[in-house]
């Protein structure tokens, strides 16, 4: 079998990686890749999101299965492309259709999924241009702290949580009537807050049967104990201690099997990943979101975990018969650490020498944003790569990570010295 893998990040690396290891893939194509995947695939320099790019690919190199790793390419339509096209409608696409990833492009069309469907969430409403007044006076209903959504895919970045009423109030009339995140906030979502400790529980589903992979946590701000602006995601531990056996039952009963059972009423044949943000509320789960594909860097610390071939849990999506394939995950913890670019989430320098990767022994290098240059590997991104590492707890898999750090060089190379802190 021959298989491609769209994006570019760590999350691609790790399918990647993964994918590497199945018996039953022959040759393995990322477009666009990294430096990681470049050393285990053969990288394709096109976007995933020009589909008639990715047709010739997948025609030329007789590619037999396609795994969608970032939301964009999905919210678009590639599968719905894939299915209408007569040359390619046989090669099976993990990932959902338009209208199943609408749950992660859309908030409104999620959070009335959610309330549709009886899934525990916060309470809610959308608001446009035409109705800022009412969406001022909504607020007012509410307690602080503020948390403003806008609607569409606005890279990570259109999710405000404010303290001040006259601020929220403010950035909703920026959001709506100045464009603030673009296209994407000409709708917001205005919820009550929840007061919590988040994690994410990711589920591989081929419509009917599913798979709840291991639970994870990650940690977006920039800096220590949580501090600073949002980033793409800062590291990730799995498993989170306090997601037990009796909180993820009350997961799989409340979230899990209505989600499913919900996609089904409604008409949508889903197959692929499923990203549930969590809130934990005195023991009882709230969603926060749901995207519709694995998260970064929370894969970088969750496939490695799977002891399972991948690439046949993917051709149990692609049959629907996901049921009949086995399915393992190691009991160690497995912990993430993102070395970023300086200045990151806001203004950093690309291309910058990569050096002590070769010295990394006890941990896994999952490359982000890096690219091949005259031989050398530099930097490419804003977050330039994940480095995990599993241990019998979290504190010794975190030792190693950091002690694996200590081999990696770049100029103005930033990460975090706490993940984890909340959980020790």
């Not at 100045?178 to 979502?189: H, L």
């Not at 988040?198 to 220590?224: C, H, M, Q, W």
């Not at 949508?268 to 005195?282: C, H, P, S, T």
């Not at 670019?341 to 982000?368: D, Q, R, W």
Request: no cysteine.
């Amino acid at each position: 079998m021959n298989v491609l893998i769209l994006g570019s990040g760590g999350r691609e690396h790790a399918f990647a990686l993964k994918l590497s290891q199945s018996k039953k893939v022959n040759q393995l194509f990322v477009a666009p890749g990294n430096a990681g995947t470049a050393s285990i695939a053969e990288n394709v320099a096109i976007s995933p999101t020009n589909f008639e790019a990715v047709k010739q690919l997948v025609l030329s190199k007789k590619i037999t299965m396609i795994i969608v790793g970032p939301e964009a390419p999905l919210v678009k339509g590639i599968h719905d492309f894939f299915l209408a096209d007569a040359d390619l409608k046989k090669i099976p696409v993990i990932g959902p259709k338009k209208d199943g990833a609408l749950l992660e492009g859309s908030k409104d069309f999620s959070k009335q999924f959610m309330i549709k469907h009886n899934i525990p969430t916060a309470r809610y409403q959308s608001f446009t241009k035409d109705s800022l007044t009412e969406g001022k006076q909504f607020l007012e209903t509410l307690k602080p702290p503020y948390v403003l959504k806008a609607d569409g895919l606005a890279g990570g970045k259109g999710v405000l949580i404010l303290n001040s009423l006259n601020e929220a109030k403010d950035e909703l009339e920026e959001m709506l009537t100045n464009n603030k995140f673009g296209e994407a906030s000409s709708k917001v979502v205005i919820e009550e807050f929840l007061d919590g400790i988040e994690l994410s529980v990711f589920i591989l589903t081929d419509g009917e049967n599913y798979k709840i992979l291991p639970s994870a946590k990650d940690y977006k701000r920039i800096g220590e104990g949580d501090t600073g602006l949002n980033t793409g995601g800062m590291g990730a531990i799995s498993p989170v201690p306090f997601a037990n056996t009796d909180f993820l039952q009350k997961v799989e009963e409340r979230v899990i099997k209505p989600t499913i059972q919900g996609l089904q009423n409604d008409g949508i044949d889903y197959r692929g990943f499923i990203f549930i943000g969590l809130m934990n509320i005195n023991n009882d789960p709230f969603v926060v979101e749901y995207n519709v594909r694995m998260g970064d860097p929370e894969t970088e610390a969750v496939l490695p975990r799977i002891e399972s071939d991948l690439f046949d849990l993917f051709e149990g999506v692609a049959h629907q018969n996901l049921n009949e394939k086995s399915f393992a995950v190691n009991s160690k913890t497995a912990v993430t650490i993102m070395l970023v670019s300086g200045g990151y989430p806001e203004t950093y320098t690309n291309g910058k020498e990569i050096i002590g990767l070769e010295k990394v022994n006890n941990s896994t290098v999952f490359h982000a944003g890096t690219k091949y240059k005259n031989g050398k590997v530099i930097t490419n991104g804003g977050r330039v790569m994940a480095i995990t590492s599993f241990g019998d707890t979290i504190e010794e898999a975190l030792k190693r990570s950091y002690d694996s750090i200590e081999n990696i060089a770049f100029d103005k190379m930033n990460y975090r010295k706490d993940i984890g802190f909340d959980l020790i």
